[in-house]
């Protein structure tokens, strides 16, 4: 079993900044990629950003410019640092994760619960 929890969300004026972070806990899988998604009023979930364990990233054009993902393998933890936050960017934000079992379980993705990010004056 896998758990993600996330942390970091909270309230920000426009331009400012905020740092996510998101912890995996469990036994007996390996992480191939990790992600953050996120869902505002009214929209579909979207991909943000995502980086693989290799070290490769892609991101959302709308952020690509003021976010950035990082993977710190040793504590398989995945941290969103967002700079110059606009209000479009406020949302709830999802960890995703794209595991691996050694048993028969084999392949699975993984959810967070989300964390808020809202971005107003």
């Known amino acids: 079993q896998v758990q993600l929890v996330e942390s970091g969300g909270g309230l920000v004026q426009p331009g400012g900044s905020l740092r996510l972070s998101c912890a995996s806990s469990?036994?007996?899988?390996?992480?191939?990629?990790m992600g953050w998604y996120r869902q505002a009023p009214g929209k579909e979930r979207e991909l943000v950003a995502a980086?693989?364990?290799?070290?490769?990233?892609n991101y959302a054009d709308s952020v690509k410019d003021r976010f950035t993902i990082s993977i710190d393998n040793a504590q398989n933890t995945v941290y969103l640092q967002m700079n110059n936050l606009k209000p479009g960017d406020a949302a709830v934000y999802y960890c995703n994760a794209r595991v691996y079992f050694a048993d028969e379980r084999g392949d699975d993705e993984v959810w967070g619960p989300g964390t808020l990010d809202t971005v107003s004056s």
């Open positions: 980086s693989t364990s290799g070290g490769s990233t």
């Open positions: 469990g036994r007996g899988f390996e992480i191939n990629a």
